[in-house]
């Protein structure tokens, strides 16, 4: 059964912000209330429209049980309740769904990290192909993609590449992705036509803002040097380039994209909270991990958790045994969402099982 005064909570929840947003708060609060309005609207919508169906089956059944009711308009009713039945199932289904618990990062854009893992060569062309792939996947969303720092591969693509994807929703469609992306195929440079194995790891970070992470700091040795790589003779006029090492962490941001120190500076701060926020959350998931039954993998950025077989044009995401032979749309962007619908599928499906047993 689905709880009832949850329901009723919740849409009382959305009249009052709706009844506040018109009373001319100020700014702050009318975000915050904005914000909280919008991630009620799916499953505000969703109980209506459960709630509207309930009534109409309700509505069929009273009819159906009075005897006073002619038998050919009670046929008809009788038809009618199947496909409404029918119809409530599809409904209540999408309302368990809405209600499950959302992860507060899922609206945020994300920090894309892409880096060539065993396979020299091949491997960093491997990650470029990743790169493109999300590159044109996000395109298609209507997203932004700007590089924050990478390194290229001796013959082409990247040793690894870092990004930022600024829009709404981002982090939801994209976190799945994070781990070891392996690769089968025949390079160009392989005269005798074997096929070669090699792998990138993929890692994607909900983007930090100030409030979710605050940095001292005295706690920062920031470094300032020249730039290396392409950029024309100004790599070696102006010390551009900046290394940020977080000393509590260890983590260690180089960035040398921009022209200007103070740019690179700030997209250096950027990455180091993103970095030291996901360091955080992947502590509380695996404490969270410990205690749950089931999972659309463990997360570990280590897990091998897809393969695309170039040969047999064939994708397998070992994660859900799920496999398309439609590598070469996957691979473009186009036919990326067939895999990620499947993993969220998967992942809600997960988490309703585990709220039936506890």
């Known amino acids: 059964m689905l709880p009832q005064e949850k329901l009723d909570l919740i849409l009382r929840r959305h009249e009052e912000i709706s009844a506040r947003l018109t009373e001319n708060p100020d700014a702050a609060t009318f975000v915050s209330?904005?914000?909280?309005?919008?991630?009620?609207?799916?499953?505000?919508?969703?109980?209506?429209?459960?709630?509207d169906e309930s009534a109409e089956v309700a509505g069929m059944e009273a009819l159906l049980d009075d005897p006073s009711v002619e038998p050919e308009l009670q046929s008809l009713a009788e038809e009618e309740l199947h496909d409404a039945r029918e119809r409530l199932a599809v409904l209540e289904q999408q309302?368990?769904?809405?209600?499950?618990?959302?992860?507060?990062?899922?609206?945020?854009?994300?920090?894309?990290?892409?880096?060539?893992?065993?396979?020299g060569d091949e491997a960093a062309l491997f990650a470029g192909d990743l790169f493109r792939m999300y590159q044109r996947y996000a395109e298609s969303k209507g997203w932004s993609v700007?590089?924050?720092?990478?390194?290229?591969?001796?013959?082409?693509?990247f040793k690894e590449i870092i990004a930022e994807i600024s829009g709404r929703g981002v982090f939801a469609r994209l976190k799945f992705e994070s781990g070891t992306h392996r690769v089968q195929r025949v390079p160009d440079t392989e005269t005798q036509g074997r096929i070669h194995t090699s792998a990138a790891t993929v890692a994607v970070l909900p983007e930090a803002e100030d409030v979710d992470v605050d940095i001292n700091e005295a706690d920062l040795k920031i470094d300032t040097m020249r730039a290396q790589g392409?950029?024309?003779?100004?790599?070696?006029?102006?010390?551009?380039?900046?290394?940020?090492?977080h000393i509590p962490t260890g983590t260690v941001i180089f960035v040398q994209e921009e022209r200007s120190q103070h740019k690179n500076r700030a997209r250096a701060m950027a990455l180091l909270r993103s970095r030291i926020y996901d360091a955080k959350r992947q502590k509380l998931d695996a404490e969270r991990a410990a205690d749950r039954k089931a999972?659309?993998?463990?997360?570990?950025?280590?897990?091998?958790?897809?393969?695309?077989?170039?040969?047999?044009?064939?994708?397998?995401?070992?994660?859900?045994?799920l496999t398309l032979y439609k590598l070469d749309k996957v691979i473009t962007g186009e036919a990326l969402d067939e895999v990620i619908d499947a993993l969220i599928t998967d992942h809600q499906a997960a988490q309703l099982a585990a709220n039936e047993e506890s």
């Open 146 to 157: 700007e590089i924050l720092s990478s390194s290229e591969g001796t013959a082409g693509g």
């Open 95 to 119: 309302l368990r769904i809405a209600l499950l618990p959302k992860d507060a990062d899922d609206e945020k854009s994300a920090i894309l990290e892409i880096r060539g893992g065993t396979g």
């Open 230 to 245: 392409a950029g024309g003779q100004h790599v070696n006029k102006t010390e551009s380039a900046i290394r940020i090492t």
């Open 295 to 321: 999972q659309v993998g463990s997360g570990d950025r280590s897990e091998r958790i897809r393969t695309y077989n170039f040969p047999q044009g064939r994708l397998t995401d070992h994660r859900i045994n």
């Open 33 to 51: 209330l904005s914000r909280e309005l919008a991630g009620l609207e799916e499953v505000t919508q969703a109980i209506r429209s459960y709630r």
